[in-house]
């Protein structure tokens, strides 16, 4: 019974997948105002009825695209932080790291979100992370810290993170443009970690007690 039902649960994270990846795919080809669903449900392989059992619009799905496998990645960074390095060192970095690592394919989702007030909401929603993913990191990080002080961190790091996002996406300056799209000033990262840092007091609390 166990194994069905990992089996099953494997199923539906692929086809979650593939979803998320095809309309991030056809959004970033033909702009995300040009993807219909049953555009991205046929590039699938599965049916509009299926793809509606996962996302609730087409924006849904373009954001998990952009943040596939971002808490996963967020966890294995705290896990690999140096020994010795300040829990909320670990944290911090491995956010900021995630978020605000710009390479040329990163910039060009950032401003197709930024482009879209529509998706623009959505990904301010979608910054808050999976509390399992990051409290399990923190638990096998550090031993001292309890299963309920784990996940309250992981959803105030979820939550500063939105902050920072909703502030730096606020930022967008009409004059400023790339290839016709308007783009956030300033950076990323520095409010981030200026989001994230006045919870370093109780994240290394956490561990000290």
Known sequence: MDQNL???????????????????????????ENVRIDDIADAAGVSPRTY?????????????????????????AILAAAAGT??????????????ANATSQTERMMLMITASPVLRRRYAES????????ANALLERVSAVDATAAR??????????????????ATTDPSRSSDGLVV??????????????????????????
Do not use: C
Request: aromatic content about 4%; charged content about 25%; cysteine-free.
């Open 127 to 134: 910054v808050a992370m999976s509390e399992d993913v990051l």
């Open 152 to 169: 309250v961190i992981a959803a105030s790091v979820g939550a500063a993170a939105r902050v920072a996002i909703e502030e730096w996406l």
């Open 6 to 32: 990992g089996l099953r649960e494997r199923k539906k994270r692929a086809t979650r997948d593939a979803l998320s990846s095809a309309a991030l795919r056809l959004a970033m080809q033909r702009g995300p």
């Open 184 to 209: 956030p000033t300033g950076s990323l990262a520095d409010r981030l970690r200026a989001s994230l840092v006045v919870l370093a007091p109780a994240i290394d609390a956490a561990v000290s007690d």
């Open 86 to 99: 300040a829990l909320s060192d670990a944290v911090i970095d491995a956010v900021v790291e995630q978020y």
């Open 52 to 76: 509606n059992n996962y996302f609730p619009s087409r924006e849904h799905a373009i954001v998990a695209g952009v943040n596939a496998d971002r808490e996963e990645r967020i966890a294995a």
